[in-house]
T-cell receptor, first 113, second 112 residues
C-alpha cells in the first residue's frame, strides 16, 4: 500500500458545526503532516507529527485541533470555522527525514458557509 | 524566516518547446524537493536533491541544485501535453526542525 487516504473528499460545514477530517497511511511512515492549500497557492504547513507526537504547530488557530491516535492515523478536528478557512486540506506522510519525499493524500475540499 | 521564491508564476509553451522553472532560497538548504500537481489533483513527489551542484535526470526532466545550495531548477525538454500542471520546489532548511517550505509554484500550460 503506497497511498495516503483522506476522508471525506468534500465537506461543507456551517460556522457553528464540529467536523473531523481523517487521514490514513499504511506505509510505516513515522512523520505525518497537515497542509492547507488555497486556490493557485502552494501548500501551507499547519502541523507536523513525528512518532505520534506533535512536533510543529505553525501558529494555527485553536479552531483547528490535530490528533494522532496511532502511527497510521491522523485527524484534524474542526470547530467554529470561518468562511476564509475554506480550502483544500492535504495530509501527507514520510519516513522521518527520508530522501523519498512526502506522499500526499488527494485532500479534503472544505467549504465553510 | 526561510523563504523560497519560484519563477515564473506561469508559462505557456507550444508542445515540443522546452520549459524551465527556477527556485531561490533566502537561506542555505539541506535539500530541495520537487513536486508536480495536476489541475484538481494533489502534489506528487518527483525528486530530492541533496548535494551541492547535483544534477539528476528523469527522462525529459533535468533537475539541478546550485553550488551554494540556495537555488535549484527544473528543465523539461520537448514538452508534451501530459506535462501540464503546477511544479513546486520545496526546500528544507539546515536547522533540525525538518520543515519543508514550498515555493509559489510555476503553472505550465502546453498548447498542442
Amino acid at each position: 500500500d503506497t497511498e495516503v487516504t483522506q476522508t471525506p473528499k468534500h465537506l461543507v460545514m456551517g460556522m457553528t458545526n464540529k467536523k473531523s477530517l481523517k487521514c490514513e497511511q499504511h506505509m510505516g511512515h513515522r512523520a505525518m503532516y497537515w497542509y492547507k492549500q488555497k486556490a493557485k497557492k502552494p501548500p501551507e504547513l499547519m502541523f507536523v507529527y513525528s512518532y505520534e507526537k506533535l512536533s510543529i504547530n505553525e501558529s494555527v488557530p485553536s479552531r483547528f485541533s490535530p490528533e494522532c491516535p496511532n502511527s497510521s492515523l491522523l485527524n484534524l478536528h474542526l470547530h467554529a470555522l470561518q468562511p476564509e478557512d475554506s480550502a483544500l486540506y492535504l495530509c501527507a506522510s514520510s519516513q522521518y527525514r527520508s530522501p523519498i519525499g512526502y506522499t500526499f493524500g488527494s485532500g479534503t475540499r472544505l467549504t465553510v458557509v | 524566516g526561510q523563504q523560497v521564491m519560484q519563477i515564473p508564476q506561469y508559462q505557456h509553451v507550444q508542445e515540443g518547446e522546452d520549459f524551465t522553472t527556477y527556485c531561490n532560497s533566502s537561506t542555505t538548504l539541506s535539500n530541495i524537493q520537487w513536486y508536480k500537481q495536476r489541475p484538481g489533483g494533489h502534489p506528487v513527489f518527483l525528486i530530492q536533491l541533496v548535494k551541492s551542484g547535483e544534477v539528476k535526470k528523469q527522462k525529459r526532466l533535468t533537475f539541478q541544485f546550485g553550488e551554494a545550495k540556495k537555488n535549484s531548477s527544473l528543465h523539461i525538454t520537448a514538452t508534451q501535453t501530459t506535462d501540464v500542471g503546477t511544479y513546486f520546489c520545496a526546500g528544507r532548511g539546515s536547522s533540525n526542525t525538518g520543515k519543508l517550505i514550498f515555493g509559489q509554484g510555476t503553472t505550465l500550460q502546453v498548447k498542442p
